[in-house]
């Protein structure tokens, strides 16, 4: 059973950087899309970038393009989501979640088999 656990989330100004991590345990990702959805307070849950298995293909939702990299270690077992220029509108919990192809990820994130608990992210003004 494949495992995810989150890090890296934090408190930071409008403006700065942050870097998370998704560390997979339980099992190899190296042949699963991964990638990163958030919920803010009071709002459904939404897309924000995904990454098909070989690193090659990458995906964003419109807001954060140019603004955030989605990257993976496959020898790690690890994806990561570098964050840029961060708004307060960034503000949300961040879950990665791994699936059989980036479809999942780009049609809803109905049927996504794994899932980690999330890592807050915090963007004052």
């Known amino acids: 059973q494949v495992q995810l656990v989150e890090s890296g989330g934090g408190l930071v100004q409008a403006g700065g950087s942050l870097r998370l991590s998704c560390a997979a345990s339980g099992g190899s990702v190296s042949t699963y899309a991964m990638g990163w959805f958030r919920q803010a307070p009071g709002k459904e849950r939404e897309f924000v970038s995904a990454?098909?298995?070989?690193?090659?293909?990458?995906y964003y939702q419109e807001s954060v393009k140019g603004r955030f990299t989605i990257s993976r270690d496959n020898a790690e077992n690890t994806i990561y989501l570098q964050m840029n220029t961060l708004k307060p509108e960034d503000t949300a919990v961040y879950s990665c979640?791994?699936?059989?192809?980036?479809?999942?990820?780009?049609?809803?994130?109905?049927?996504?088999?794994?899932w980690g608990k999330g890592t807050l992210v915090t963007v004052s003004t």
């Open positions: 979640a791994a699936s059989g192809s980036t479809t999942a990820f780009l049609e809803g994130f109905y049927g996504i088999p794994y």
């Open positions: 990454i098909d298995w070989s690193g090659n293909s990458k």
